[in-house]
């Protein structure tokens, strides 16, 4: 099964089919920055970024994360504000690009105009942890109308619906490592190979695990069992730590975790 659009098909067409996701928060410390640590983040080799809009209320974050949106919050960031960090990457990039945002947000914008800003700008994709898989069709329909693939997310829990979920995802499955909200774990131990097997069963669509990963040795294991991780909350961590001057050190560690990645199957 191929995804909506051909910049996601390419995100997991790497030489051994393991992909590299970043995320972090639009305008945490700056709407400036946020283009800067994007630019930064696929010169170091990441494959897709996701890009968080802040919102008030965000439910599967972590204390990291939750303070990210506050810090963005207070600096002004809107759902605008996301969209114009967007139309300044694509002056000058095409990675592939996700929102990472709650059902609320896209709500109160409007559907139809959130998904048709998508489109004009350059999302490829859209990943909502509060959208239930059963309530799911009144967005994906939109979304999917406008060449936006909305990301669907298996976690430990969905037991007997994995592969109902899975049947049906488009451009790529957002495998949860563990229970919880998004932060760095020390250690991960749920049967993440046992859940991507079930899914496997039914899709081709590609599987990328996120939640704690924090470590080259983590996403090299995680990207082992599967065709990709995803880290969050450790960028957001560096971004706090040094602020305007996180490029550099964002770019070293992404580096270090996408030359991790690229060693599976070696």
């Given at each position: 099964m191929k995804t909506l659009n051909n910049k996601l098909d390419k995100v997991f067409s790497t030489p051994n089919g393991k992909a590299f996701i970043?995320?972090?928060?639009?305008?945490?410390p700056a709407a400036d920055c946020t283009v800067e640590y994007i630019l930064e983040m696929e010169r170091a080799g990441?494959?897709?970024?996701?890009?968080?809009?802040?919102?008030s209320d965000p439910t599967a974050e972590g204390v990291v994360i939750q303070d990210?949106?506050?810090?963005?919050?207070?600096?002004?960031?809107?759902?605008?504000?996301?969209?114009?960090?967007?139309?300044?990457?694509?002056?000058?990039s095409q990675i592939p690009l996700a929102f990472m945002t709650y059902?609320?947000?896209?709500?109160?914008?409007?559907?139809?105009?959130?998904?048709?800003?998508c489109e004009e700008l350059g999302i490829?994709?859209?990943?909502?942890?509060?959208?239930?898989?059963?309530?799911?069709?009144?967005?994906?329909?939109?979304?999917?109308?406008?060449?936006?693939a909305l990301v669907s997310m298996i976690a430990p829990t969905s037991e007997?619906?994995?592969?109902?979920i899975?049947?049906?995802?488009?451009?790529?499955?957002?495998?949860?490592?563990?229970?919880?909200?998004?932060?760095?774990?020390?250690?991960?131990?749920?049967d993440l190979g046992a859940i991507v097997e079930s899914i496997r069963k039914v899709t081709d669509v590609p599987c990328?695990?996120?939640?704690?990963?924090?470590?080259?040795?983590?996403?090299?294991?995680?990207?082992?069992v599967s065709d990709g991780a995803i880290v969050g909350s450790a960028i957001v961590k560096l971004i706090a730590k040094y602020g305007e001057q996180a490029g550099p050190e964002i770019y070293k560690y992404v580096k270090s975790m996408k030359d991790a990645v690229g060693e599976c199957g070696r």
């Amino acid at each position: 099964m191929k995804t909506l659009n051909n910049k996601l098909d390419k995100v997991f067409s790497t030489p051994n089919g393991k992909a590299f996701i970043c995320f972090l928060t639009a305008g945490d410390p700056a709407a400036d920055c946020t283009v800067e640590y994007i630019l930064e983040m696929e010169r170091a080799g990441a494959d897709l970024v996701e890009i968080g809009i802040p919102f008030s209320d965000p439910t599967a974050e972590g204390v990291v994360i939750q303070d990210a949106n506050i810090r963005a919050l207070k600096n002004g960031m809107t759902t605008d504000g996301a969209f114009e960090i967007v139309r300044r990457v694509r002056e000058k990039s095409q990675i592939p690009l996700a929102f990472m945002t709650y059902a609320n947000p896209v709500f109160h914008y409007g559907y139809d105009r959130f998904f048709t800003r998508c489109e004009e700008l350059g999302i490829d994709a859209i990943i909502i942890p509060d959208m239930p898989y059963e309530e799911k069709r009144e967005m994906e329909e939109p979304a999917n109308a406008h060449n936006v693939a909305l990301v669907s997310m298996i976690a430990p829990t969905s037991e007997d619906r994995i592969q109902t979920i899975a049947s049906e995802a488009k451009g790529f499955i957002y495998v949860v490592s563990s229970m919880g909200v998004t932060g760095v774990r020390s250690e991960i131990k749920t049967d993440l190979g046992a859940i991507v097997e079930s899914i496997r069963k039914v899709t081709d669509v590609p599987c990328a695990i996120g939640f704690g990963i924090s470590t080259p040795e983590q996403a090299k294991k995680m990207a082992a069992v599967s065709d990709g991780a995803i880290v969050g909350s450790a960028i957001v961590k560096l971004i706090a730590k040094y602020g305007e001057q996180a490029g550099p050190e964002i770019y070293k560690y992404v580096k270090s975790m996408k030359d991790a990645v690229g060693e599976c199957g070696r």
